[in-house]
């Protein structure tokens, strides 16, 4: 790992954490807990996207609640697609683009946790989702689908708006600043 | 975020890898415990080890982190499916694994574990991300604070219609976004000036010890899940 990247790692970190600040100041239904790891993604690729998502979930399930501890492989995943797709599909080209694969990411985090959610916490997670989730229960929606389903509404929501805000903070990047980090003209589809 | 607090209770005073390391046995041996009594067992277990080491905000963390939690299994479980001992099952299972990780983080310093790290000849990458994020992320905090208040003294809303609190995201985010990304060359400076990077081995003042308490408490919790192993199976 290189000292830039090793400087640029706590620092991504940081911004998954602070922005459920944003989020809770503006009372929004998403969380946006992965704009560090996708922007990492974006700006040094899938390896250092990995790590930060590792570090971020350890953090979190550490010393916020060790319940998120059990999400850590939906954060590695988060990390390994965004990776690929700035790699291979310069996702951040666009709004449309890069709000399109946040969806498609949507789709495979809520396949990945609702198991989790599921068989680890009786379909029990954070509120809003629960609530969704009991609703559906009461109109007689077996568990699974139910958890599913709430799953799914969220994360979808959740991932394409991530892109959004990643997307935006890419276009805003001066290009000072982005000169320093190679893969990002790759990912906004700039350079070869 | 849960913070260190000074003490001299047991898991104070143990080594840092210890407490991780009994945490980890005490929250897979909730899992391995047979329900719905093994799971019930070990929570009240993990109740007595935080009183026994003097860690009541662990213990308040847990309860402020598990009352919702436990509110909306008994609801979902309890009155919409009709089996209320899943709920306490799950309920243990969960409240056991936030107090034990809390109790460990709240008896832990963080400088400790690094050091511990260290000692081990872990990669200084491993001990630095971790530090640095424990310093970085209140600092982020404090910004992201202070960049919400500057942007609603400019005229942003961040109350009102959904839309317009869509539209806030972006002001308040490519501001701390890109004032963190310009502190990273400032950093591997920094980094770089301290022989990160370089050959040399690096070595630690003061290396955490273990003693005999740290052999106690590894055969307790080898103890404990050898234990909820054989009472599964049993």
Request: charge should be positive.
């Amino acid at each position: 790992m290189t000292l830039r990247l090793l400087a640029l790692v706590p620092l991504a970190v940081g911004i998954n954490l602070a922005m459920g600040q944003i989020v809770s100041l503006l009372a929004l239904p998403v969380y946006l807990d992965t704009v560090g790891t996708v922007l990492v993604a974006a700006l040094a690729g899938p390896w250092a996207a990995l790590a930060t998502g590792l570090v971020s979930q350890l953090i979190l399930g550490l010393f916020v609640n060790s319940v998120l501890l059990a999400f850590l492989l939906v954060q590695l995943l988060v990390a390994v697609y965004a990776g690929v797709m700035c790699c291979h599909f310069r996702v951040f080209r666009s709004a449309p683009r890069a709000g399109g694969s946040g969806l498609v990411l949507g789709i495979l985090a809520a396949s990945a946790s609702w198991p989790i959610s599921l068989l680890v916490f009786g379909g029990v997670t954070s509120p809003g989702v629960t609530l969704v989730t009991a609703v559906l229960g009461g109109l007689g929606l077996p568990l699974r689908w139910a958890v599913y389903v709430a799953s799914l509404a969220t994360d979808i929501v959740d991932k394409t708006a991530t892109f959004l805000v990643v997307y935006a903070v890419l276009s805003a990047l001066p290009g000072r600043l982005a000169g320093r980090f190679p893969a990002a003209a790759r990912a906004r589809g700039v350079a070869g | 975020m849960i913070r260190h607090v000074e003490g001299t209770g047991i898991l104070h005073r143990i080594h840092p890898l210890t407490a991780f390391g009994l945490a980890v046995s005490i929250s897979t041996s909730v899992f391995v415990a047979p329900p719905p009594l093994g799971p019930v067992a070990v929570l009240a277990g993990t109740v007595i080890l935080a009183v026994v080491s003097r860690l009541p905000s662990a213990l308040g963390r847990t309860v402020v982190v598990s009352v919702p939690f436990w509110g909306f299994l008994l609801l979902i479980h309890g009155l919409l499916r009709h089996d209320p001992g899943r709920a306490v099952v799950i309920g243990s299972r969960v409240s056991t694994v936030i107090l034990v990780f809390a109790a460990v983080v709240t008896a832990v310093q963080p400088a400790r574990l690094v050091d511990a790290l260290a000692a081990l000849r872990a990669p200084f990458s491993v001990g630095y991300v971790f530090s640095a994020t424990l310093l970085v992320v209140p600092r982020l905090r404090d910004r992201a604070r202070a960049i919400s208040e500057a942007q609603q003294c400019r005229g942003l809303r961040v109350a009102g219609s959904p839309l317009g609190r869509i539209r806030a995201v972006v002001p308040l985010t490519v501001p701390l976004v890109l004032s963190a990304l310009s502190e990273v060359d400032e950093r591997a400076v920094a980094l770089a000036t301290r022989g990160v990077g370089g050959r040399a081995v690096r070595t630690v003042l003061h290396p955490p010890n273990a003693g005999g308490l740290d052999v106690a408490m590894g055969i307790l919790g080898v103890g404990i899940l050898v234990g909820s192993f054989f009472w599964r199976v049993g």
